[in-house]
């Protein structure tokens, strides 16, 4: 611990395979070859810790979301999109997929998938009881919701979008090989976007 007020507000759900997963904040940093690890990763807490403002706190009020559940967003729209075009995009339909009555409340994200496949299961993989607490607390194919933590260190750009979710009537998005999304209202209009993305050679 390193007594930051915002400790107080991480999320101490059972199966978070990584505590301090989604709280470094990636930046450019210096540092001793020496340097002892507590003292790197303060660096990189303490960077958190003066980027994270009030405001942002507040605009997590407002939106009825926890510290935990928007860097754990945050994570999720950082390894899905790389523009902020995308990122305010692909927020939205996440959002839309969350607010209570949608009908869709899984996020279906494969990135939380590989985050689990890549991260955790080839360490837990001998005790497959645990290994499918991980599985259905990381993969949003399987649990309601945001994932049980980050799967990586969200940049500003994706918490800024994680709380400022473009208005779209969006639920589905998809990529083609070049990285273009399609983004779409309804299942059939997914289905012909993932057609389209298909057709697309890198």
Known sequence: KFDYAFEEMMSTEEYIYHKWEGYLFPDTYEFYVDMKPRSVLLKFVDN????????????????????????ALASVIQSEAATMEDMYKVSSAFHNRLTPGSGLPLLQSDVTYFYYQKEIEPYV???????????????TYYRKGIPVGPICNPG???????????????????????????????????????????????
Do not use: C, W
Not at 54 to 67: F, N, V
Not at 161 to 179: M, R
């Open 48 to 71: 958190f810790n003066n980027r994270i403002t009030e405001g942002y706190y507040d605009r997590m009020q407002e939106m009825g979301m926890s510290l935990s559940e928007t860097i």
């Open 125 to 139: 993989s001998d005790d497959p009881e645990l290994d499918e607490a991980y599985h259905t607390s990381y993969d």
């Open 156 to 202: 500003k750009d994706a918490i800024i979008a994680a709380l400022y979710p473009d208005n779209t009537n969006y639920y589905y998005f998809v990529t083609d090989a070049t990285g273009k999304f399609y983004y779409a209202s309804t299942l059939a209009e997914h289905e012909a976007n993932i057609a389209k993305a298909a057709s697309v050679t890198g």
